[in-house]
Every structure is written in structure tokens, then in C-alpha cells.
């Protein structure tokens, strides 16, 4: 793929300013731009790179007022970091616009395969799965029997969804995340564990992103549900029965106990453990590494800590850790000077 | 599948009291049942549902005395609960009954295969993998060579088990486990690492489940040992040489370092962490997101915290550590009673 | 594989005491050993094992003196862990010689393959990817598009290397690691998100080992970067641009966020959490389980905590943390003296 200033600037409704049949291949950022590479100026503090970029094309805002000279080609936009992440979206629709039913896959003969749909190679397509239009299954993917996979939904080699399972329309499951494996539930009975058997299913809706080697289990009756809009970073642990709320986002190698039910719009840092059987309410927002131990039930409160409480409280809290070797010398003199008060007094 | 109420009293041993030819066809939990859906009632908290549930069929205690009409057909038995956990087991059996071996996989014509076994299609057994009578290999699962699977084990899909390592009778291991990648051993050496071959295995006895993403490392020397009836969930770490003891269950991202030994009946909670070359105590259990940093060697000992001491000091501990600004506020409050006593007394 | 105890002294330049034609066909820890085994001695606190020990053969170092009787046949050496540690590495190169290009792979006519390659089943290699000399490729990997695989490297089964990264020479790769997989980059927009498009890669360098179900996410723009000899852990989390300096280990489940810098030869302990855009300086070390909030910039520093703060005062701090009921205590006895001293005094 190769384009000129002038096409991109076309593509993005914008003015050339400099060679209009300058070329680009490759997108970069303008600090490691190079001959043939466009990238993009929005953010002031990266100004002074676009005096110095050997960028062939920059996409600059409109109002950009340049006080030296610039040697690259200038695409002027109303706004250069939006139409920049259009083009990152159109080059990442094009390289990986993959169709076709690849040889060595295996598609059960009940199964339904929708238009315009990619299969690759050792994906394994279960009894009475359904792919919808549009829909890319990448190498060694798993779809267990029933499996319904929406729209225009990607899932990256070696995605795992267990039978019984509904992915919804415009998702994308990273590799190796694995969706509807048994939920941990176990019956003690004299010193040993009796496995309960977990029949629900795990339920994604529509626009949701699962990242590589995230865990969601099956519910044991009923669903596991990730709501419309759920972004889940990688290596995240979320156990049967969950409930997340629509555009909640999780960091990395957060882990959701059993049957907890988190609101929508919330914002959960990396590394957070959150017990099972509470309620988290719309807009709550979770520090890193914080433990959730009980129910949140104001809207939009930010905690922090293990267990985790407000956030301003525990930050004037984590400094008075840090200075107890001095609050206990304090307490020491105190003793010290009321020894010897009581020796005056008495 | 579809059932009577009659044919599921007659499973159960209990007796019919409304329509015995009442159709089911799944199950349900009780405040989610729909017409055809089988349901039960043990918990008392869930009794008013029994009014209005839409279930065809409910499993009551035999004690249960109704206050209001109940639409539903009941089936009444001596444990609800337990009776319906049959009936899920049941249901699971039934709906994961897969046998014979699908095409497209890959069998070395020096792997032993025992009877009614299953092996998915894309899944892998080395030379002189021994797989038991009854075993479930689902496809894309990897068994390098050597590997042995006891008998009525299941290997869900894209499970991989390394070469020479053993898992017992009866064991589930759960999507993209990994068992027996190397151990984690480098000999420093001017400022490099060179790795130390890691030419052990990984043991796993009988009755034994392995969430998904865990890994499990193989021994330096000798053998990683996972005894009889333990329980891992998801995203669990467990290191070289580590041996976990008869019946433990550790929850979700929990990690365990080299070469510590772990007690039986233990109870873990997630995201804790083990240091390598300890001991831990039968029956101890460990809150989660603490830190184990040295043996623990009272047996049933309850700890929490990072590093974790005893779970009741803990949470007294806490609450103080929360109460740390009032602390401070005293602590300056004395100091000024004091200099204000001082100039009083001389 | 069976070898004397004459053939292992002359690999290992030493010297046979005892019965030369001793045979041995595997390894063991002398306190495991049994007739046919090989073992070592080289810790002085294992000294007793040499006297009890079924191993037929041990490596001991020439200036061992033995002070009973020592039944198995002794191979002298100038330094016996290193000559075991050598044989270890032998003996699993032996094991691992895998070779040649296995049925049921997927090969694109657009790949590029060295001499010497292993290949195995169901394993995926994308259009213009290139192997170099003497890479294993296990079973069921997947290499997407433009991805080169470097001399000598080893991807074990089910390792996912996404399009366009680069790994260097003498790599290994465990199973299940996902290298490439897109950063978790969102653009809030009235109450969505948008997904930013990741259209940059990986770059791992020579010699870097990564260990199973690690995740390593692709660039925005740009790379992330392994630098050469870093040795990483299972289950860690590596977000977009990321960059990690030569020679540093990082434990287990520990999670990096986007853009962060480590420096070289740092060590890092299991279940660390290190926040986005910070540098760490070199050979800094961090405890397990701490949290990393602001870039470090003091090359060597130890640090502990969440947030972490120096070691040596973080361990004080603990200490007193654990005493916070006997602060207490003290500032209530401070409080009641007080009164007192006020009452005599008034």
C-alpha cells in the first residue's frame, strides 16, 4: 500500500502544504518518522519534533502556526489526532482482512456459516454453531457445540468458547482467552470435594474486547453476562455467574469472584481481587491492586486499598504508614516527658 | 432431551404432586424459570418464588409446606438440593458424551489408547503417550511424548501437557492449561542468565481440576506433584519442584513459588503469593491477595495480609491502620497538653 | 540412553573412583536416587545423602573427602554442580531434538524456511513469515503474517506469535504465550469507547525466554521491545510500548502498563504491578507483590510496598504496622496519664 499526501489528505477531507505527490507506505510516530512514513502532530509538547522528523508526510491541526521551517509535507485537518487513528483503523482493517474457509479446518456439517466469513486453518467450528456474516475465526480457534458468534466478531488464533456460548456482534477475543469453562464450585463431603456441575453458559454482548489468555467462566445455572461495551484487558479471572455492566473497563489481571455483579461505566485498575456475592454500583472507580471485600453501593466512588476503601482516605492514611517509625519515636518522647512530669509533680 | 415430572420423580425416588405428564426440557433457577423448565427450591430465602415462578417443574424438600397456591408441578423428594445437583451432573454427562476419534488428528503410531476414548480433531499425542480407557482429549489438546492420561480424564480444548508428564484417573483439565513448561531457573553468570535445564516432570494424581490458563511447571529433578483431589482454578501459577497436598483448592491468579511444599486440606484464597522453599501446614488457610513469605507450621492456622500473619490480628491491625489519622490527631493532641502542662508546672 | 560411569568422567574431563562400568540411564537428586541413576553432590548440607544413596553413580567435587564408606561409584570433577548442570543440558537436547516438518501443517507458499527446521502438526505459518535455521516450531503454533522467527529459536506448543513481530535467535517460547495481541487502547467518547487501532508490534531480542500464557501486546505505534537476555515468568502481563532492558528477570503474574521503561538487569519479584508511562532505572529490584506508581530513578534501588517505597524502611514500617494495637494501647495509657497529671495539677 502506498499513498500520496494528496490522497490522504482527500481520504480526510484536509489541505496539502508542501508535495502534494510526496509518498508514504508505513505509519510512524513523528519522533521515529523515516523517509516514506506519515505520522501525526497534536499533542504541543511533540512541536519541536516537526522541525526535525524525517517523516515524509505529518497530519497537523489547522490551526498548527509552524515557526521554523519544516521539511516534511503537511496534511492540514480539523483534528489531527482523530483523523490519524482513522487511518491506524483503515491500514488495521486492510491488513487484516482475512475471508475465505481455510484447508485443515473443522466445520461440523450441522454448523451454519454466514457470508463473508474467514475460517483458518485447525479452527474447529462445533455441532450447530452459528457464524454470522462477516465474522473472522482465526487458526485453532475452538467453538464448542451451539456456539452463536454475532457480526462482523473476531476471535484471534486459539480463542477457546466453550458449547452453549453467545458472543454478540462487533467483538473481538484476543488468543488464548477462554470463554465458558466450568465454573469453580465444589461440595465439601467428609474431607473431599464433590465437583458441582456447571450447566449455564457465558453470554457476551454486542462491541465487547476480551484481551489474550482472559479467563470467563460458565455459570452454574444460567449465564455468566459481559455487557455491551465491557473492554477486558488480558489475563483477567472472571468467575461463574458475573455480571459486568455495560462500558466497564478492567486492566490486566483483575479476578471477579462468583455471582458478583459490578454496574456500568466503571473503571477497575489491574490486579484488583474482588470477593464474590457483592454489588458494585454505576461509575465506581478501583485503584490498582485494590481488594474488594464488600458491596459499593454509591455511584461513581473511587476506592483504593486491600480492603479497599475511599480513595482520599486511604491516601492520607498510606502516608501516615509510611511515617509510623516517626509517629512511634513521638510516642516514646511523649512517655518519656510524662515519666519525668510526674517525677516534678510529685 | 425431554423429560415428565413423573420420569424425573422416578429418577429421583420422589413423588409427583400435580400434572405428573408435565414436559421439561432444561433447567433453570427458580426466580429465571420459564415454561419447560425444570427448577428447585432448597434455600427458605427463595420460597416466594415458588408463587410465581413460570417453571413447569420444581424438586421441593418433602418437608415443604405451601401457603399458596403453586402453579407449578412439584416434585417432592428427601434433599432438594442434592437431588437437582444429580440431575445437573446428569445433564453434563450427557450433553459432553463425546467418543471416537475425529479426523484430522494426530496419533504417533507408538501412543497406547485405551477404550471408549475420545480425541478431538487438530489434537496432538506424542510417541508413547498412553491415554486410558474413557479419557476425553478434546481437540487441539497437546500431549507431548511420553505423556500418560488416566482413566475417565478429560483434557478440554487446546489443554497441553509437555513431555513425561503423568495425570491421573478422573482429573479435568480445564482450556490452555499448560502443565509442564520448564521451571523458572537461570545460574547467573557475569551479568547473563544461562538457563538451567529443567528435566523433571509434572505428576498429577487423581481427581484433580485445573482451571483454565494455569500453569503448572515441571521439576528441575524429579517431580512437580500435584496430589489426589486437589482443586486449581483459573490463572494459577505453580512453580518447579512445588508439591501441593491431598484435597487443597486454591482460587483463581493465586502463584506459588519453587520448591514449597503445601499441606493437605488447605483453603487459598486468589491472588495470593507463595515464596519458594517453605512449608505450609495441612489445613491452613490463606485470605486472598496475601503473601506467604515464610512456613507456615501450625496446622489450621488462618492468616491474611503481605506479608500474613493471623487473620484476627489482621483485621484488628486494619482497622487501626484505617484509624490512622485519628491516631496521629491524638498523638498531637497529647503533645500539645503536654507543653501546655509543662508551662503550667514550671 | 545408557552410559558407564567412564563415559560420563571422560564427557566431564574426571576422574572414576570405583567401578568404572557402572551404568546409569537417568538423573535424580541424590536423596532420590535409586540403582541406574546419576546424581550429584556439591552443597556440603547434602553430605550425608552420599552415604545412604541408591544412585549408582555420583558426581562429587575433587576435593570431597569422604568419611564412610560410599557405595556408589564417585566421577571426581572441578566443579560438580556445573558438570551436573552441563549434563541436564545435554540430556534435555537430546530429548527436545525435534526435526523435520510434521503432516498437518499449515505452511504459506509465501513463508520462508531454514535448513534444520522442526515443524509440527496443526501448527500455522503465515504468508511472508520467515524461520530461520534451526527453529522447532511445536504443534499447533501460529505465526501471522510478515512474523520472523530467529536461529535456533524454540516456540513450544500452542505459542501465538500475532503478525508482523520479530523474535530473535535462541529464544524459547513457552506454551500458550501470546506475543502481538492488540495493546487496550480506547478513546472515551460520550460514554463509549472507541478502539484505537494497534498497529505497531513486538520486537523480542536474542535469548529471551518467555514462559507459558505471558502476554505480550503489540504497539500502538512503534514496538515493544524485549531487550536481549531478559528471562520472563508465566502469566505476566506486558502492555503496548513497553520496553525492557537487557538482562532483566521478572517473576510470575507480575503486570507492566503501557509505555513503561525498565532499565537493564533489573529484577522484579511475581504479582508486582507497575503503572504506565514510568522508567525504572537499571538493576533496580522490586519485591513480590508490590506496586509500582512513580518512575524509579536511582540505578540498584530495592524497593518494597504498595506503593513501594525502600526496602529496609518499608520492612521497619511493617514491623510497626503489625505493632499498630500496642500503639494504640500506649496512646490510650498517654491519654489516661494525662488526665491524672491534669487533675493533680489543677
Known amino acids: 500500500m502506498e499513498f500520496t499526501a494528496q490522497q490522504i489528505s482527500d481520504m480526510l477531507g484536509g489541505t496539502v502544504e508542501g508535495n502534494p505527490s510526496a509518498k508514504v507506505s508505513r505509519l510512524s510516530k513523528i519522533e521515529e518518522g523515516s523517509p516514506g512514513s506519515l505520522s501525526f502532530l497534536a499533542n504541543p509538547k511533540y512541536i519541536p519534533h516537526i522541525y526535525s522528523t524525517k517523516a515524509s508526510v505529518v497530519i497537523v491541526n489547522r490551526s498548527f502556526v509552524s515557526e521554523n521551517p519544516v521539511e516534511a509535507t503537511l496534511v492540514r485537518v480539523d483534528d489531527a489526532y482523530a483523523s490519524f487513528a482513522k487511518l491506524l483503523e483503515m491500514y488495521n482493517r486492510i491488513q487484516r482482512d ?60 486459539g480463542a477457546k468458547v466453550y458449547s452453549d456460548c453467545v458472543i454478540g456482534a462487533n467483538c473481538t477475543l484476543h488468543s488464548d482467552s477462554v470463554i465458558g469453562a466450568d465454573g469453580f464450585g465444589f461440595a465439601p463431603s467428609t ?76 473503571m477497575i485498575g489491574g490486579q484488583v481481587g474482588i470477593v464474590g ?12 491492586q485494590s481488594g474488594i471485600g464488600s458491596s459499593i453501593s454509591t455511584p461513581g466512588e473511587i476506592v483504593q486499598g486491600s480492603p479497599a ?23 516514646i518522647e511523649l512517655e518519656k516527658t510524662i515519666s519525668d512530669l510526674r517525677q516534678t509533680t510529685t
Do not use: M, W
Not at 100 to 119: L, M, N, R
Not at 277 to 288: L, S
Open 191 to 266: 474431607g473431599i470435594y464433590n465437583k458441582v456441575a456447571q450447566i449455564g453458559n457465558v453470554i457476551i454482548e454486542d462491541d465487547v474486547e476480551i484481551g489474550a489468555n482472559t479467563s470467563i467462566d460458565r455459570a452454574t445455572l444460567g449465564s455468566t453476562i459481559i455487557r455491551k461495551g465491557v473492554k477486558l484487558d488480558n489475563l483477567i479471572q472472571v468467575a461463574h455467574n458475573v455480571e459486568i455492566g455495560e462500558n466497564t473497563v478492567i486492566a490486566a489481571q483483575t479476578g471477579i469472584a462468583g455471582s458478583t455483579k459490578i454496574g456500568k461505566d466503571c
Open 309 to 331: 476503601f475511599n480513595i482520599s482516605d486511604y491516601k492520607r492514611t498510606y502516608v501516615l504508614f509510611r511515617k509510623l517509625p516517626e509517629l512511634e519515636k513521638k510516642i
Open 277 to 288: 456475592h457483592i454489588t458494585i454500583a454505576d461509575g465506581v472507580k478501583v485503584a490498582a
Open 98 to 157: 482475512k475471508k475465505g474457509i481455510e484447508e485443515h479446518s473443522f466445520i461440523s456439517p450441522s454448523a451454519k456459516v454466514g457470508k463473508d466469513v474467514y475460517i483458518g486453518a485447525f479452527a474447529y467450528i462445533g455441532h450447530h454453531a452459528v457464524i454470522k456474516d462477516g465474522a473472522k475465526i482465526y487458526p485453532q480457534v475452538y467453538l464448542g457445540d451451539n456456539v452463536v458468534i454475532g457480526e462482523n466478531t473476531t476471535l484471534f488464533s
